[in-house]
């Protein structure tokens, strides 16, 4: 009996090693990843930059959105602002990518170059440019949006509403971010 255990065993071992070039083609593609497209020329640029101060990125934060005014003074926390509007009917990430904090505009291209985003009931996943910005949206199904895109090669900006993506950014209004 022992003997047919370790037979089945081996004959299991010499049919997974037969995977194995695939496995070693997975990884060493793995290992070696391309960067995204415009990722290591913004990276380069972002590392030299100086991140704007608390003041700075509070007096560039807007005050209202369309109609929708800012319920509270926005919170701040180290190069990230967060506010709510119109009774947190839509809340404003605003992150300054200059310095260390590079990473976070990375994260934003990443997302726009990944194709494999797979659509569920719950959620749907939209790569779309609005008014010329490359744009991702996480559209929970009856639920919420969170919108993603990098402004000026360097603010990665997330909204966020109980609503559907084109409905969110026309929410939005571009030009409130022209201080930044």
């Known amino acids: 009996m022992k003997k047919l255990v ?10 997974a090693c037969k995977e194995t070039p ?10 070696n990843p391309q960067p995204a497209v415009g ?4 990276k380069g640029n ?10 700075e990125l509070e007096a560039a934060f807007p005050k209202q959105l369309y109609d929708l005014k800012l319920d509270k003074a926005p919170f701040i926390n180290n190069q990230t602002i967060v506010g ?29 170059n990944d194709n494999g985003f797979v659509d569920t ?4 996943y939209i790569k779309k440019v609005r008014k010329g910005i490359p744009t991702f949206a996480r559209y929970y199904v009856g639920s919420h949006t969170e919108l993603d895109f990098l402004y000026k090669d360097r603010f990665q900006i997330k909204l966020m509403g ?12 571009i030009n409130e971010l022209k201080r930044l």
């Open 6 to 15: 370790y037979a089945i065993f081996f004959m299991v071992l010499l049919g």
């Open 22 to 31: 695939n496995v070693e083609n997975a990884t060493e593609s793995m290992s």
């Open 162 to 173: 109980e609503m559907e993506p084109d409905a969110l950014w026309e929410a939005f209004d």
């Open 39 to 42: 990722e290591s020329s913004i």
């Open 46 to 55: 972002l590392q030299n930059l100086t991140p704007l101060t608390s003041e």
């Open 121 to 124: 009931h719950e959620t749907k």
């Open 84 to 112: 709510h509007f119109g009774g947190r009917k839509i809340t404003l990430t605003i992150s300054d990518a200059a310095g260390e904090n590079y990473r976070s505009a990375t994260y934003i291209l990443d997302a726009l």
